[in-house]
């Protein structure tokens, strides 16, 4: 056999779990990780891609097909449009702490990828074992859950809540998502106690002696499931999202749209706008809208 017949006959299914520089780390079948390269012209490989690829040299192998994928993650790049994070998640962990200061323009971001993307959010409060639990941060989470997404409150360093979110993490691929130094690592090391994941630290930190996720890796749990914990804040942006699509992503809004007098309504203060008239009402936070407002103003044209 030569040519394509001959590839096809060696080449097996693997799993994607993290990028070593120019190099993929490739899950075998048995759970064996083997360093692979990736055959140009067959697009970019993300974490959580299920490839197939073929033994090269020793322990080395060759990516040379991605599979079809469930889902993809994307962020913004220089040079191309968008480079992809993560593939086939079906869940997106939204991680919030006391401290840093919690950013809600960054979690509504989370979401409205999340709504578009058919993903679900979790939101995720960590760090509950501090004395100091902002007021802002517990209303921002009622807020949350009274439009019906499921909040949790758990501790990294104290185990309390881990149950919990083991129980919603089970039978799905989830991504961590959030500011530096909310916990992601920190919760990755709790949920997989066998791993000794370096994390980062919020006040010890030195410039370059700072230890933090270099690389997006992909972890499976212990009872189920899989995690993806990816260094960096700006995980995914907004650069494929239209206003439709923001708009969608406010899920409160969805009852809404279609109902403005004009087609081509941008729901700021266009006459006869049905979502500004349900924040006046207030059906609609105006807090959230006001968050709206600020995300559709940073879009790109
Ligand atoms: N008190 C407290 N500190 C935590 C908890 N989780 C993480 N941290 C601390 O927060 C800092 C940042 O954690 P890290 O996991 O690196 O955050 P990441 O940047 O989101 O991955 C570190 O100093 C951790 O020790 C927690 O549940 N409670
Ligand atoms: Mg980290
Ligand atoms: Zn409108």
């Avoid at 809540?161 to 129980?167: C, H």
């Avoid at 930190?205 to 960096?232: R, V």
């Avoid at 699509?245 to 809004?253: P, T």
Wanted: hydrophobic residues 35%.
């Amino acid at each position: 056999m030569t040519g394509p017949e001959a590839k096809r006959a060696v080449a097996r299914e693997g799993l994607v779990i993290s990028h070593l520089g120019k190099s993929l780390a490739v899950e075998n079948g048995s759970g064996e990780t083997i360093l692979c390269h990736t055959r140009r012209n067959i697009g970019t490989v993300a974490v959580g891609d299920r490839v197939l690829w073929e033994p090269a040299d020793g322990r080395l192998g060759c990516v040379v097909e991605i599979l079809e994928r469930r889902s993809l993650l994307t962020r913004p790049a220089r040079d191309e449009k968008t480079r992809p994070v993560a593939a086939n998640l079906d869940q997106i962990l939204i991680v919030l702490a006391p401290e840093p200061r919690c950013d809600l323009v960054l979690v509504d971001q989370y979401l409205v990828i999340s709504e578009n993307r058919g993903l679900q959010a979790l939101l995720v409060c960590n760090k509950t074992d501090l004395p100091n639990q902002p007021k802002a941060l517990d209303q921002a989470l009622a807020f949350y859950r009274g439009i019906g997404y499921t909040t949790i409150r758990v501790s990294a360093k104290s185990g309390i809540g881990l149950d919990q979110l083991q129980r919603e993490l089970k039978g799905h691929t989830s991504m961590l998502a959030g500011q530096s130094g909310v916990g992601k690592s920190s919760l990755t090391n709790a949920l997989i106690p066998d791993r000794n994941l370096r994390t980062g630290e919020l006040s010890r930190g030195t410039l370059h002696g700072k230890h933090t996720t270099t690389t997006t890796t992909l972890f499976h749990l212990p009872d189920g499931g899989d995690l993806i914990d990816s260094p960096g804040v700006a995980i995914f942006g907004l650069a494929e999202t239209t206003e439709n699509d923001l708009a969608f992503g406010y899920r409160e809004f969805q009852p809404f749209l279609g109902r403005c007098r004009f087609n081509d309504c941008r729901h700021g203060d266009d006459r006869g706008c049905a979502i500004s008239h349900a924040v006046q009402n207030a059906v609609i936070s105006a807090e959230r809208y006001e968050r709206f407002l600020k995300l559709r103003d940073k879009l790109p044209p």
